[in-house]
């Protein structure tokens, strides 16, 4: 009865997000640069998808993934950060229990979708350098759509069961989660309750959305390097290294910072570590990825200038 109250207790309370609460001279700095960091995201995401849409020659899958991939930055850090910059301002630092669970489906779902999204997007490039005759019959709209559903349907389905399973577990009325979001490794850590079923059906998550999406980006990049030096002409190999390098880049940021998050185990993890590697993959990879599709990609540095020129 008294494990029943405490976890009632936690339910209806809510939770206290500790986050940087270790470096209270850290704290309003950080809600500067995070802020700023926000705002950049917001921005350069949704200039990518407007100039996706307005520029009629990046109606290619490469730009519809792409589109993709912003819109799902600016929700994923807008899942996060707002509740992140509340609490480094605001002394208290409580979250709700309402506010933690929605927190915690969605931004899992988000995430894993990400994952593979950015294999999807791997095997787009693929074809686009192996295969370049025919990148236009194989990558066809109808196969982009049923790809891009995959990587959302993905999210929504391992967010549903590996949430589920982390908001089942007791937390005998504890209330401090020392992190700055509701994340499932964390809540795990917050446990009062055995939680080896938990940690198992984590650690086969991450290897679906981690290992896998991985293997395949790493095949792909095998093949296309095979390709690109296949290629006699130095600016042939410099056209193809630059339409891939911009994707790899992303991967190489995107997936270092979560396996070395989610392939540890809960308990063994540093809590100031797991910290500034989560702020890394919520905040600042976000923010990265227009900035490396733009300044790295001639197409889409011509297409901004084009609808510029039309809007002034």
Request: aromatic share 12%; glycine share 4%.
């Amino acid at each position: 009865m008294g494990m029943m109250r405490s976890t009632n207790e936690s339910k209806l309370t809510g939770f206290i997000l500790l986050g940087f609460s270790d470096y209270p001279q850290l704290q309003k700095v950080l809600f500067v640069v995070i802020l700023i960091l926000y705002l950049l995201t917001i921005f350069g995401n949704t200039t990518i998808i407007l100039v996706s849409r307005l520029e009629s020659k990046l109606h290619t899958p490469m730009y519809f993934f792409l589109s993709h991939l912003s819109f799902l930055d600016i929700c994923f850090t807008s899942s996060v950060i707002p509740q992140l910059l509340v609490n480094l301002w605001n002394p208290l630092k409580n979250i709700t229990y309402g506010g933690c669970v929605v927190q915690l489906y969605v931004s899992l779902a988000l995430g894993s979708t990400e994952c593979v999204l950015l294999a999807v997007m791997s095997y787009d490039r693929y074809i686009a350098v192996c295969r370049p005759l025919h990148y236009t019959v194989l990558m066809h709209p109808h196969l982009c759509m049923a790809l891009a559903s995959l990587a959302w349907l993905s999210g929504v389905v391992t967010t549903l069961v590996q949430s589920t399973l982390t908001l089942q577990l007791r937390f005998c009325g504890h209330r401090q989660v020392d992190h700055f979001i509701c994340e499932v490794p964390v809540l795990i850590r917050l446990a009062c309750v055995d939680t080896t079923f938990n940690e198992a059906e984590l650690f086969v998550a991450s290897i679906i959305f981690l290992i896998v999406p991985v293997s395949i980006i790493l095949v792909s990049y095998g093949y296309i390097a095979q390709a690109v030096l296949r290629i006699k002409s130095a600016s042939g190999r410099k056209k193809a290294f630059g339409t891939c390098s911009s994707h790899l880049m992303v991967v190489i940021i995107f997936y270092g910072t979560i396996i070395f998050m989610y392939l540890q185990p809960a308990k063994s993890r540093s809590k100031n570590q797991g910290k500034f590697v989560s702020l890394f993959y919520t905040v600042v990879t976000p923010m990265l990825n227009p900035l490396i599709y733009t300044l790295r990609n001639k197409e889409v540095k011509w297409a901004l200038k084009k609808v510029l020129e039309k809007i002034l």
